[in-house]
């Protein structure tokens, strides 16, 4: 399977503000697609995370904190993406720390060959290093103003394989409520047959360990959403949609099939 380095190593303030802002981390042999500015922000846009301790470090969020206000709010936005997030990066370096053959590999590298990883590392690796790539992603199908349903080839894409729009939408909101307990919701694409498919996976396990390439995911751990929806995940599920950057996705989708 092609590489997917949406994450980057550890990198210096000014670097990872630049990446961002140039929207240029790499994909598959192409970039990701520039994002249009957002509006000036209510609320200052987010620093780049301090520096970790190892390879791997937090991407700064590439919006404000309250930029996905109403649907996503600014306190759980400050505790999802700097607490959270920051908790599986930590772990992963303490991890990968242990064994000086692992220091040098990509989290794509890793999630996608688990079966070699040293045993008394692999389910932190698989735990946290799932938690780091699934976040930093997760940060990125998202943007103020978003939503609506998706065209061009994506959009012809998700209408033959579902049906229609509204379907694929109820297919995935039952992938991501019907998940027990903590897990995620994705929109996946088979690199080896271009066909797209809707799943969830438990805890922070990544379609990447199972060979497919997730292009969009919803985290619906209680963390993601409790503060304002409480219990009720069908709640978030269905704002979740209102924040979708769908031309993000949608250059995602048509970078990974190029490869096809």
Not at 58 to 68: F, K
Not at 178 to 184: A, E
Not at 191 to 218: F, I, W, Y
């Amino acid at each position: 399977m092609n590489s997917d380095p949406i994450l980057t190593r550890s990198q210096s303030r000014r670097d990872v503000l630049k990446t961002f802002a140039l929207a240029a981390v790499a994909f598959v042999g192409s970039r990701l697609p520039a994002r249009a500015a957002d509006p000036a922000p209510t609320m200052a846009p987010t620093p780049a995370a301090p520096a970790s301790a190892g390879p791997f470090s937090v991407p700064p969020l590439p919006y404000a904190y309250d930029a996905l206000e109403p649907h996503i709010d600014v306190e759980t936005m400050h505790l999802h993406h700097d607490k959270h997030h920051a908790a599986y990066v930590k772990n992963l370096n303490d991890a990968v720390g242990k064994h000086a053959e692992l220091a040098g590999k990509s989290i794509e590298e890793l999630l996608t060959s688990l079966e070699t990883i040293p045993e008394d590392v692999r389910m932190a690796i698989r735990n946290n290093g799932g938690g780091h790539y699934n976040h930093s992603l997760f940060w990125l199908v998202m943007k103020r103003a978003g939503g609506g349903a998706p065209t061009g080839d994506l959009g012809g894409a998700i209408d033959k394989t579902f049906g229609s729009y509204k379907d694929f939408q109820t297919q995935f909101t039952k992938a991501a409520t019907g998940r027990f307990g903590s897990g995620w919701a994705w929109l996946t694409l088979d690199p080896a047959t271009g066909k797209l498919a809707v799943e969830n996976t438990p805890n922070q396990d990544s379609p990447l360990s199972a060979g497919r390439v997730p292009l969009l995911g919803v985290d619906v751990w209680e963390h993601a959403y409790y503060l304002k929806y409480h219990n009720v995940r069908a709640d978030y599920v269905a704002a979740f949609y209102n924040t979708i950057d769908w031309d993000f996705v949608a250059q995602r989708y048509a970078n990974h099939l190029r490869s096809v």
